[in-house]
């Protein structure tokens, strides 16, 4: 069941050769792939709603495209472009309750 109590179906791929750490998992959302021991590569969601009268499927659809082992990568590509809006997933939620964009 989602936040707000209707029934969606997700479908996963994963590899156990790399994991997550629970914290990691918590600190991004992935609530869903709690106890998972692998990497989740290709995941979709399927999700339906009503949306002006009309019953509508909402699929998303998250796919690693590329692993690279033992990259640099630099400091500045961690810096936030300005005007960008920092939410948690739940504030996000309670900003877009069905789950659509404004």
Do not use: C, H
Not at 30 to 57: A, D, Q
């Amino acid at each position: 069941m989602d936040s707000e109590g209707q029934e969606s179906q997700i479908a996963v791929w994963y590899i156990n050769d790399y994991t997550f750490s629970a914290a990691f998992i918590e600190a991004n959302a992935m609530l869903s792939f709690k106890g998972f021991n692998g990497l989740p590569v290709y995941y979709e969601t399927v999700k339906s709603i009503n949306y002006g009268g009309n019953e509508i499927s909402i699929i998303r659809v998250y796919q690693i495209l590329e692993i690279k082992k033992n990259l640099k990568i630099e400091t500045k590509e961690f810096n936030i472009p300005e005007g960008y809006v920092i939410k948690t997933y739940a504030e996000w939620i309670k900003d877009n309750p069905s789950g659509l964009l404004k």
